[in-house]
């Protein structure tokens, strides 16, 4: 509807409202439009003439346009909807206060505004928004905790997703933003000096840091490239902190977990020299590995992993272990320290760290002590080994889930000859089964993804641009993000996510959607980069619904 007439505040006192719209025409050209006298006419309602109906829908119309932005976002407003009636009357005073109470240019603002985010998305946008975040508590797990910690490969808790099993996975995705905090805290190591105490801040209070991870590249540039540019020099240094392990202490949360539960968390490509040895993909045997027992089919085969990986984890510094030694030594330690009562390993990685947590599975699976229980969740991680590899994990009981994207090209790399799908259809089949075997022990680039795999897709998510670019697709808070609103495959984003949409706008404001980013800037939501995003209270929020 369009409104092409100013009217006299007097003569406005008298208004009428009708779901399907309202007419305006004049009657005759004796009835014309005046500056003293209105009138608007409806076919099917009657003028009405008294001020209570008036207050009535004055009232509406003021819990509309008056509410708190903290506890709701404005309805929107269809001035179509509203039908004035107006005529001479000599309560001139009173006609103009209901005129100030209907606010005509509010409407005309909440309405353009309404016109993009409807009602119930700006509430939804504004609960994510929120900084304080919602909390709810932490379910007991208690004597199934070896099914949440994988001892079933997760059957039956992924489709749908389990509530508990969500908030175990996004906790841990935590884990890893620590991990990287600690690196960016402080960049630069030396390799050449001794190791200075670096603070890792926990995400969850009930875990104590004991020991901090290096990795160290077995490669390295040329000296002159510090002297170009100094103040990058951590890009170029060859040992980094990688990641930590920590311990839960309290007793509590030991209760609510049913055991003492020991978290290895680890970090991605960060510097030159790790991406440089990312791209060392031949596959190398395994060092003290010549054969394995095999599938379920009793074919045997050769454990080979990616060499820039193994380099990584197995090579040490001037000053420092090698990141195996560290973790091993470590772990061996806890379990020691921790023998008379139940312990979990729960080992996490994003990217390249999603590749050393396999590594550090498998030895740990290897090691002559008596393990406890070990599982990987791993986000974004890229193939690590052949299937000889995936094999001897599997022969070792080690548990692993992955979060995979669908979008993230990382996921899809190294290379192999014939997709996973295509592959385990050819075994099942019998159809060149011997061959397949073949090119397993034999090419540098027949690789095999390992465990049990949780498959969400950016295009599911409301917020995220569906040709968001590939770091938005590889990014760990994207991942949690999708996590957190993962119902199963064939639903949507659940509407009820609880986990907080300021770090994602921070990191990925390129990649979300327009709508939601002039909204949180129309929210006046600050977005400060610089802000603590890890300071967290002792209990978590929970992405459980």
């Not at 001020?51 to 004055?58: D, M, P, S, V």
């Not at 709810?136 to 004597?143: A, F, K, T, V, W």
């Not at 991870?213 to 002159?224: D, R, V």
């Not at 040992?239 to 978290?263: K, W």
């Amino acid at each position: 509807m369009q409104i092409g007439l100013t009217l006299p505040v007097q003569n406005m006192n008298i208004f009428s409202t009708r779901s399907s719209g309202f007419n305006w025409y004049a009657s005759s050209a004796s009835n014309a439009w005046s500056r003293n006298n209105v009138s608007v006419s409806c076919s099917s309602t009657k003028t009405v003439s008294t001020t209570k109906i008036t207050r009535k829908h004055l009232s509406s119309l003021e819990k509309l346009l008056h509410i708190e932005p903290q506890l709701s976002p404005p309805e929107k407003v269809n001035v179509e909807d509203v039908k004035i009636v107006t005529q001479k009357s000599p309560q001139e005073n009173k006609g103009k206060g209901l005129l100030e109470g209907l606010n005509l240019s509010r409407i005309w603002l909440e309405s353009k505004a309404a016109e993009e985010v409807s009602p119930r998305q700006l509430v939804r946008l504004k609960r994510m928004l929120s900084k304080t975040g919602e909390y709810s508590p932490r379910n007991n797990l208690g004597s199934k905790w070896r099914e949440y910690h994988g001892s079933n490969n997760w059957s039956g808790l992924l489709e749908p997703l389990d509530e508990n099993l969500r908030r175990e996975m996004v906790r841990y995705g935590e884990f890893i933003q620590a991990a990287y905090h600690c690196f960016h805290s402080d960049r630069a190591t030396s390799a050449n000096e001794a190791l200075v105490d670096r603070h890792v801040a926990v995400p969850d209070k009930a875990y104590k840091v004991t020991k901090k991870l290096y990795a160290t590249a077995s490669i390295g540039l040329p000296k002159w490239v510090d002297n170009v540019a100094p103040d990058l020099g951590w890009m170029t240094q060859r040992s980094s902190c990688v990641g930590y392990v920590a311990v839960c202490q309290d007793q509590r949360e030991i209760a609510r977990m049913g055991r003492r539960d020991i978290v290895i968390a680890l970090r991605g490509t960060a510097t030159c020299l790790e991406w440089a040895e990312n791209m060392r993909d031949v596959l190398v045997q395994m060092p003290d590995q010549v054969e394995n027992k095999g599938d379920a089919n009793g074919v045997q085969s050769i454990s080979k992993v990616e060499c820039g990986f193994l380099s990584l984890y197995k090579t040490a510094g001037a000053q420092m272990p090698s990141l195996s030694e560290s973790v091993i030594s470590e772990i061996q330690r806890l379990v020691e320290l921790y023998i008379d009562e139940n312990l979990s390993i729960t080992i996490t990685g994003h990217s390249l760290g999603a590749a050393m947590a396999l590594l550090v599975a498998d030895e740990l699976s290897s090691s002559p002590a008596n393990m406890p229980p070990i599982a990987v969740f791993s986000f974004g991680g890229p193939r690590v080994g052949n299937r000889g590899f995936a094999n001897h994990l599997n022969s070792k009981n080690v548990k692993v889930l992955r979060i995979v994207n669908s979008q993230d090209v990382i996921t899809r790399v190294p290379g192999m000859f014939v997709s996973e799908k295509l592959d385990k259809k050819l075994r099942d089949s019998g159809t060149a089964t011997n061959v397949l075997n073949i090119l397993d022990n034999n090419m540098p680039w027949a690789y095999s993804h390992v465990g049990t795999e949780l498959r969400v897709d950016t295009k599911m998510s409301p917020f995220l641009k569906p040709d968001a670019d590939v770091a938005c697709c590889h990014d760990l808070e994207a991942y949690l993000h999708l996590v957190d609103g993962f119902l199963a495959s064939n639903c949507p984003f659940r509407s009820n996510a609880k986990r907080s949409l300021e770090k994602l706008l921070v990191e990925q404001n390129a990649n979300v959607k327009k709508l939601y980013t002039n909204k949180a800037n129309a929210l006046t939501l600050k977005l400060n980069p610089q802000r603590e995003i890890l300071q967290m209270s002792s209990c978590l929020p929970s992405p459980s619904s």
